[in-house]
């Protein structure tokens, strides 16, 4: 089949020799297995972190903002600079699920859904700044356009601010709905794969009865395509219009027209980067190399070299500006000669050095496929990221116009508290999701197997593009390829003479007696007053009529089929002549072991 | 009406399309098709009609937009208008630029709302709703195919799916008339 054709160039996206039922075992695996000790580690240390977090906002809102290190010239720090680095972070997830679709880049299926899942997470934490940093957060509903109680007194809609305030809710409300629609398909077979009934419920609730119909996936995949034309836009706007909350203000290095499009790029690095940040730890925690490889680590460096270069060019820009336009205050922005050697000078290399210079090792392959190098360049992205905000806000409102109301910020216990605090709900929120959560869209993995999968790409090469994808099939004739199907006519139906009639199809006890009683020797018999009878079907390769012929022998118990050897194999075959070599080929020993241990 | 149906399981993307057209070229009325992913082209194929749920979108952004722009005409211009910044308030073309990201974000905003919406109620598909697929491993690797075979001979259906290479067969009657 040609259609799964994919130049032979590109590297597999999908390593080892992976079917489709390996993948959902893979992605079910950390959802239906336990969580390991480093877990709960790093769970009840992001917790902690947590509640001190949650400590710290309570205490700012009980006594007030002034529990900040804010003081009269300098009325926004830590607060807005967290929430524009949240907000930035969380644009990577986004781009990732939207401008990759549209680009139909098969790199992202791996990573779309916990790239998603980052993106909301982010966006909360974001939203928790500006609510605390209004002081009441119990009155933020009246930044909401409601008609009130003071005359008609509307929000203000001039205002970059309120922009914000929608910009910031379509965004997070849109992504939550594309992760949850994408998420449908993967908690069906979550649902359909758990033996717990209390998993089976909650699954069945969170997939919203998805049972994967033609007419659904048509549907899923133009809502899809319609989401990320609808996001790609959505995602550019969030930021531009954060990027308005100073561009359209008067303070020197705010009022930049190059804003908008800087602040975009930094957001997608910065995101990128925390991205990677993640999924280093998460692809070794769950196993999940074979899926998220080295060579989707290596696109992401590539993007994230392309955005840090948009990002390194804005400030090249910024600083010849502040420096042609003769304007003395430019002198004082963060991106200028007194900004390098003033007061702030610390924060100032620290973004040239982290955001500048350090992404720059990823122009080199070696490095950019280098995983462990890969991580601590994010990590210093991320810093970096942080950096630029705290510059671009701190710094810039130190040296104001006025010389006598210079002054310097000094964050409190708050400040920190708050700060470290978000990132302790970031992480619970996130390792809550890898635990729960198929954190790789399955369904859209398995659609690029044939193409981008290893064993594929071996097949092809070692038998020419042309040559069936078709994986093992179950039963002859159907093995020698589909269409030997057709032509072979010496077949004999399942349904012997009149199909529906289970009882025409039983098995010759008298002729067999011997070697039943052989079989059921070897492999135990049935007792039903002590045990229950196992689901047989759940094989792979034991369908209904099967599971009726099993039955029939005394076999109901995985326990029993378990047992199984070459003898019993053989066994079977000739008591039941239809498969011959069909239990032994597909396992069904060692299947209902793994099914018996699950129960 | 007692409905007979044949569900044809097939262990493979490739083997179900091929089996989906050779049914169809046989007169087989395929009823319904359930997969664990989404097959390139299996839509076409089972001949369903292209989705219209782009349309919608479409219509329910331009919902978005016309609410957007009613509101901030009836919000910033007719019910209290006030000299903000030096930006005009006199019409609403005037004052139009400064409304632009909330007309955009509108837009957006019920265009992915309302169609995912649209897609939930026409798919089925909301908390508490019962999965319909008739076996556990469609969502994993296994693809079933629905044949009515109501007014066909079950026996040469039966041998017809086994050729198209169905790895197990089963014959559904339902009691109850759709």
């Given at each position: 089949?040609?259609?799964?054709?994919?130049?032979?160039?590109?590297?597999?996206?999908?390593?080892?020799?992976?079917?489709?039922?390996?993948i959902?075992?893979?992605?079910?695996?950390?959802?239906?297995?336990?969580?390991?000790?480093?877990?709960?580690?790093?769970?009840?240390?992001?917790?902690?972190?947590?509640?001190?977090?949650?400590g710290?906002?309570?205490?700012?809102?009980?006594?007030?903002?002034?529990?900040?290190?804010?003081?009269?010239t300098?009325?926004?720090?830590w607060?807005?600079?967290?929430?524009?680095?949240?907000?930035?972070?969380?644009?990577?997830?986004?781009?990732?699920?939207?401008?990759?679709?549209?680009?139909?880049?098969?790199?992202?299926?791996?990573?779309?859904?916990?790239?998603?899942?980052?993106?909301?997470?982010?966006?909360?934490?974001?939203?928790?700044?500006?609510i605390?940093?209004?002081?009441?957060?119990?009155?933020?509903?009246?930044?909401?356009?409601?008609?009130?109680?003071?005359?008609?007194?509307?929000?203000?809609?001039?205002?970059?601010?309120?922009?914000?305030?929608?910009?910031?809710?379509?965004?997070?409300?849109?992504?939550?709905?594309?992760?949850?629609?994408g998420?449908l398909?993967?908690?069906a077979?979550?649902?359909?794969?758990?033996?717990?009934?209390?998993?089976?419920?909650?699954?069945?609730?969170?997939?919203?009865?998805?049972?994967?119909?033609?007419?659904?996936?048509?549907?899923?995949?133009e809502?899809?395509?319609?989401?990320?034309?609808l996001?790609?836009?959505?995602?550019?706007?969030?930021?531009?219009?954060?990027?308005?909350?100073?561009?359209?203000?008067?303070?020197?290095?705010?009022?930049?027209?190059?804003?908008?499009?800087?602040?975009?790029?930094?957001?997608?690095?910065?995101?990128?980067?925390?991205?990677?940040?993640?999924?280093?730890?998460?692809?070794?925690?769950?196993?999940?190399?074979?899926?998220?490889?080295?060579?989707?680590?290596?696109?992401?460096?590539?993007?994230?070299?392309?955005?840090?270069?948009i990002?390194?060019?804005?400030?090249?820009?910024?600083?010849?500006?502040?420096?042609?336009?003769?304007?003395?205050?430019?002198?004082?922005?963060?991106?200028?000669?007194?900004?390098?050697?003033?007061?702030?000078w610390?924060?100032?290399?620290?973004?040239?050095?982290?955001?500048?210079?350090?992404?720059?090792?990823?122009?080199?392959k070696?490095?950019?496929?280098?995983?462990?190098?890969?991580?601590?360049?994010?990590?210093?992205?991320?810093?970096?990221?942080?950096?630029?905000?705290?510059?671009?806000?701190?710094?810039?409102?130190?040296?104001?116009?006025?010389?006598?109301?210079?002054a310097?910020?000094?964050?409190?216990?708050?400040?920190?508290?708050?700060?470290?605090?978000?990132?302790?709900?970031?992480f619970?929120?996130?390792?809550?999701?890898?635990?729960t959560f198929?954190?790789?869209?399955?369904?859209?993995?398995?659609?690029?197997?044939?193409?981008?999968?290893?064993?594929f790409?071996?097949?092809?090469?070692?038998?020419?593009?042309?040559?069936?994808?078709?994986?093992?099939?179950?039963?002859?004739?159907?093995?020698a390829?589909?269409?030997?199907?057709?032509?072979?006519?010496?077949?004999?139906?399942?349904?012997?003479?009149?199909?529906?009639?289970?009882?025409k199809?039983?098995?010759?006890?008298?002729?067999?007696?011997?070697?039943?009683?052989?079989?059921?020797?070897?492999?135990?018999?049935?007792?039903?007053?002590?045990?229950?009878?196992?689901?047989?079907?759940k094989?792979?390769?034991?369908?209904?009529?099967?599971?009726q012929?099993?039955?029939?022998?005394?076999?109901?118990?995985?326990?029993?089929?378990?047992r199984?050897?070459?003898?019993?194999?053989?066994?079977?075959?000739?008591?039941?002549?239809?498969?011959?070599?069909?239990?032994?080929?597909?396992?069904w020993?060692?299947?209902?072991?793994i099914?018996?241990?699950?129960? | 009406?007692?409905?007979?149906?044949?569900?044809?399981?097939?262990?493979?993307?490739?083997?179900?399309?091929?089996?989906?057209?050779?049914?169809?070229?046989?007169?087989?009325?395929?009823?319904?098709?359930?997969?664990?992913?989404?097959?390139?082209?299996?839509?076409?194929?089972?001949?369903?009609?292209?989705?219209?749920?782009?349309?919608?979108?479409?219509?329910?952004?331009?919902?978005?937009?016309?609410?957007a722009?009613?509101?901030m005409?009836?919000?910033?211009?007719?019910?209290?208008?006030?000299?903000?910044?030096?930006?005009?308030?006199f019409?609403?073309?005037?004052?139009?630029?400064?409304?632009?990201?909330?007309?955009?974000?509108?837009?957006?905003?019920?265009?992915?709302?309302?169609?995912?919406?649209?897609?939930?109620?026409?798919?089925?598909?909301?908390?508490?709703?019962?999965?319909?697929?008739?076996?556990?491993?469609?969502?994993?690797?296994?693809?079933?195919?629905?044949?009515?075979?109501?007014?066909?001979?079950?026996?040469?259906?039966?041998?017809?799916?086994?050729?198209?290479?169905?790895s197990?067969?089963?014959?559904?009657?339902?009691?109850?008339?759709?």
């Amino acid at each position: 089949m040609s259609s799964h054709y994919e130049a032979p160039i590109r590297e597999p996206l999908v390593l080892g020799d992976k079917s489709y039922h390996d993948i959902s075992v893979d992605v079910g695996a950390p959802v239906l297995g336990k969580a390991n000790k480093s877990w709960w580690i790093v769970f009840t240390i992001s917790l902690i972190a947590f509640l001190w977090g949650l400590g710290c906002i309570i205490y700012t809102v009980s006594t007030g903002i002034g529990v900040w290190g804010l003081n009269k010239t300098i009325g926004w720090a830590w607060d807005i600079t967290n929430f524009v680095w949240w907000v930035g972070i969380g644009h990577a997830g986004t781009l990732i699920s939207a401008v990759l679709l549209l680009f139909r880049q098969k790199w992202r299926m791996a990573v779309n859904r916990s790239a998603e899942a980052m993106t909301i997470f982010a966006v909360v934490q974001a939203g928790l700044f500006p609510i605390i940093h209004m002081g009441r957060p119990w009155l933020a509903y009246w930044v909401l356009p409601i008609p009130n109680q003071f005359g008609s007194l509307w929000v203000n809609f001039n205002s970059p601010l309120l922009w914000d305030v929608f910009a910031i809710s379509t965004y997070l409300s849109v992504s939550l709905v594309f992760w949850w629609t994408g998420l449908l398909p993967d908690f069906a077979m979550i649902r359909d794969r758990t033996n717990s009934p209390f998993q089976k419920k909650i699954y069945s609730i969170l997939s919203f009865g998805w049972s994967g119909r033609v007419k659904d996936w048509q549907r899923f995949e133009e809502v899809s395509l319609v989401l990320a034309g609808l996001a790609t836009p959505l995602v550019l706007s969030v930021h531009t219009i954060v990027s308005f909350d100073f561009a359209t203000s008067v303070v020197p290095g705010w009022h930049s027209t190059i804003y908008p499009p800087y602040f975009v790029a930094g957001a997608i690095f910065s995101g990128f980067a925390m991205v990677q940040t993640l999924l280093i730890i998460m692809r070794k925690v769950s196993n999940l190399e074979d899926y998220i490889t080295v060579l989707h680590i290596e696109y992401m460096n590539k993007v994230i070299l392309l955005t840090g270069g948009i990002v390194t060019v804005a400030y090249l820009i910024e600083y010849f500006i502040a420096w042609y336009s003769g304007v003395p205050y430019e002198n004082y922005a963060y991106l200028s000669f007194g900004a390098a050697t003033g007061p702030y000078w610390w924060a100032f290399w620290a973004l040239i050095i982290c955001n500048l210079i350090v992404p720059l090792s990823l122009w080199v392959k070696k490095l950019r496929r280098n995983i462990v190098w890969t991580f601590i360049v994010a990590l210093i992205i991320n810093i970096g990221m942080w950096f630029e905000r705290f510059d671009i806000i701190v710094v810039d409102l130190s040296k104001d116009r006025l010389t006598s109301s210079w002054a310097m910020f000094q964050p409190t216990f708050v400040d920190i508290g708050t700060f470290m605090g978000t990132i302790g709900f970031f992480f619970v929120l996130f390792l809550l999701y890898a635990r729960t959560f198929p954190v790789i869209a399955q369904a859209e993995v398995k659609t690029i197997l044939k193409s981008s999968g290893a064993s594929f790409k071996r097949l092809r090469a070692v038998h020419g593009d042309d040559h069936s994808h078709v994986q093992t099939v179950e039963e002859y004739p159907a093995d020698a390829g589909p269409a030997a199907n057709i032509l072979d006519k010496n077949f004999e139906s399942p349904f012997n003479s009149s199909s529906e009639d289970v009882e025409k199809n039983s098995v010759d006890f008298e002729k067999d007696k011997g070697k039943i009683d052989s079989l059921l020797n070897a492999i135990g018999t049935f007792n039903p007053d002590t045990e229950t009878q196992d689901d047989l079907k759940k094989i792979n390769g034991v369908g209904p009529v099967m599971e009726q012929k099993l039955h029939q022998l005394g076999i109901f118990t995985f326990d029993q089929v378990s047992r199984m050897t070459d003898r019993e194999y053989d066994l079977l075959d000739e008591i039941i002549s239809e498969f011959p070599g069909r239990a032994k080929r597909d396992d069904w020993a060692g299947q209902a072991l793994i099914l018996k241990n699950k129960n | 009406m007692a409905s007979k149906k044949i569900h044809a399981i097939y262990t493979d993307d490739d083997l179900l399309m091929q089996a989906v057209k050779q049914t169809r070229a046989a007169n087989y009325h395929i009823s319904e098709v359930f997969t664990p992913f989404p097959v390139h082209g299996l839509d076409h194929a089972v001949g369903l009609a292209a989705t219209r749920i782009a349309i919608t979108s479409f219509l329910y952004g331009l919902v978005g937009l016309s609410f957007a722009v009613w509101m901030m005409n009836y919000i910033m211009i007719e019910d209290w208008p006030q000299n903000i910044g030096g930006k005009p308030s006199f019409t609403f073309y005037q004052n139009m630029p400064a409304f632009i990201p909330i007309m955009f974000e509108l837009t957006v905003f019920f265009a992915a709302h309302l169609m995912v919406i649209t897609f939930y109620m026409r798919s089925k598909l909301w908390p508490f709703k019962k999965a319909e697929n008739p076996d556990l491993r469609t969502t994993d690797d296994h693809f079933l195919m629905e044949v009515e075979a109501d007014n066909h001979d079950v026996e040469i259906l039966t041998k017809f799916l086994y050729d198209t290479g169905a790895s197990e067969i089963s014959l559904i009657e339902n009691e109850q008339d759709h």
